[in-house]
Each structure stands twice: as structure tokens, then as C-alpha cells.
């Protein structure tokens, strides 16, 4: 399967195509049985696999064998792939994005940010001059075969906001993301000048850019959407939950399946299984 020439499709298609942040396999899992695209976040794998803030922790090899995992759990779905820098120099950028591809990555993201990198929300960014990204980023495309690839830049100042997007949008990157942006009105002068160029907007709960609606980002010319942090976020206050309901019981577990509301290992096997299900002639739709 030509996984990144489907999300290319995908993507092309009438309205903005939403991809679900993942941070491990269980909460792909879940995700997986209401969007058909998944994206993996370099904030969530940095706070599940490592317990560590997004500023630059990631190993490749920790990342490449993830997404072998979800590929093999997952074989239809979209499957996005934030790289933040390339993890190094444009040698192992290329490299990186050749394993991925062999692992069945539908796609890549590749910043522009210099070391010590950050969340793309986060304050402090410190981009690379333009043209050693665009050096860089050339040499990722030559690199990929099908694979598809989403030029972002990092800068924070309107002018050099717009000038590297444009930019951007002249390579032969298939979409464009500046990370963190403001404001609606500055989204606008980005789609302007980005021209037909796909472009991809990234929503993290608390961070820098408006929250907005699939229906908000069709009208806004948005092509693609990630949700960075939607299970991560909500595993976190559930556990907090958990926590302090079990405390408060004085160790007694609660209630599952039929005599209660909370996912007990009945529920939890169901979901698991599914990850074999899917690779039976049966049982091969995903959702719509």
C-alpha cells in the first residue's frame, strides 16, 4: 500500500482531514475506532516514553520502533510522524525518514527549529537561517519515495512568519505548518501566501493558537488538522481521578462491565484484540 499517496487523497479531499495525537499504543487503540488518521506527537512520546517536557529528548530509534508497532496494529489507517529536527544533521534526518517509510509511515514532519529545540507552543523557539532548512528539507525529499512530508517552520515574528512559509510553500514539501499561530487573522495571510499549497494547522490544548472547529477550518482553507495531545491530556486527569477515588475507597476498586461504569479487563481485552482483528479479511474497515 502506497500509505503516503492515501493521506495525499485523503487530504485533497472536500474539508480538513483531522489526524488524532497518540502517545502510545493503547491510546491509539482507542482513537483508531473513531478517526481513520493518526498522528504521532513529539510532546505526547516524549511524556509517555521518556516522562520528560518536548525539548529535544527523543531518540530515533525510540520513534522508529513505535511506529513499526502502530503500523503493524494499524495497517489502514493514516499515520503522520512529527521527527521535530530530523534528530540531528540532514544525514540522519534522511535516514530517519527512509526507516520510517520501510516502517509504513504515511508521513513526516520536519521543523525548522535549532537546538535546544521546543514545543512548538512553547516560548523561547530559536529557528535555523532559512536557507540551511531548506538545505536540509531538500535533501529529505530526495530522500523519500512515497512518503509524504510537511515543511514547518517554528519562526514567532510576522514578517519572518510569512517570508519562510512562502518559501516553504515553493519546495516540493506536499503541505505547510507554522506551528503556534496566534490568531485567525494571521492564519489567513498564511493560507494567502502559501497560495494552493495544503496546509496544516496544529491544535494542543493550552497552547498559542485560537481552538477551532473542523467546520472553522474548512471555511479558514485548513487541508489538515492535528490534535497533538487530546489522549494524552485526558489519560492524565482521568488517572488523577482514578487515584483519588481508589484512595478515597480505601483500596477497593470500583465497579466494571455490567454492575458498573468504569472499563474493566473484559473491555480492555475487547479493545486489545481488535489489533489482531484487523489484519483478518473481515474485519478490515476503518472508520469513515
Given at each position: ?113 535549532k537546538r535546544p529545540r ?118 492524565h486527569r482521568a488517572m ?7 484512595k478515597y475507597t480505601d ?38
Amino acid at each position: 500500500m502506497r500509505y503516503g499517496q492515501a493521506l495525499r487523497d485523503e487530504i485533497a479531499a472536500e474539508g480538513t482531514t483531522p489526524l488524532i495525537g497518540v502517545h502510545d499504543m493503547y491510546a491509539a487503540s482507542i482513537a483508531a475506532g473513531h478517526y481513520n488518521g493518526l498522528f504521532v506527537s513529539g510532546f505526547g512520546f516524549a511524556a509517555s516514553y521518556y516522562g520528560l517536557p518536548d525539548i529535544g529528548f527523543i531518540a530515533w530509534p525510540d520513534m522508529a520502533a513505535f511506529v513499526e508497532r502502530l503500523r503493524g496494529a494499524f495497517p489502514r489507517h493514516h499515520l503522520l510522524v512529527d521527527i521535530d529536527d530530523g534528530y540531528g544533521d540532514p544525514e540522519v534526518a534522511c535516514h530517519v525518514v527512509q526507516r520510517l517509510e520501510r516502517a509504513g509511515a504515511s508521513g513526516v514532519i520536519l521543523e525548522d527549529q535549532k537546538r535546544p529545540r521546543r514545543c512548538g507552543h512553547a516560548d523561547g523557539k530559536l529557528v535555523l537561517p532559512l536557507e540551511e532548512y531548506l538545505e536540509k528539507l531538500d535533501l529529505v525529499l530526495a530522500s523519500r519515495t512515497d512518503l509524504l512530508v510537511v515543511a514547518r517552520t517554528d519562526a514567532t515574528e510576522e514578517d519572518d512568519i510569512l517570508r519562510r512559509a512562502a518559501a516553504l510553500a515553493e519546495t516540493d514539501a506536499d503541505v505547510v505548518l507554522v506551528d503556534g499561530v496566534r490568531s485567525v487573522d494571521r492564519l489567513r495571510r498564511i493560507r494567502q501566501v502559501i497560495g494552493a499549497k495544503p496546509l496544516l494547522f496544529n491544535q494542543i490544548a493550552g497552547g498559542k493558537s485560537p481552538r477551532l472547529s473542523l467546520t472553522e477550518l474548512t471555511e479558514l482553507g485548513v487541508d489538515l488538522a492535528i490534535y497533538s495531545t487530546p489522549c494524552l491530556f485526558a489519560a492524565h486527569r482521568a488517572m488523577e481521578t482514578a487515584m483519588a477515588e481508589l484512595k478515597y475507597t480505601d483500596g477497593r476498586l470500583p465497579a466494571t462491565g455490567d454492575t458498573g461504569g468504569e472499563v474493566g479487563v473484559k473491555e480492555a481485552t475487547e479493545l486489545l484484540a481488535r489489533n489482531i482483528s484487523r489484519h483478518h479479511p473481515a474485519h478490515q474497515a476503518v472508520p469513515a
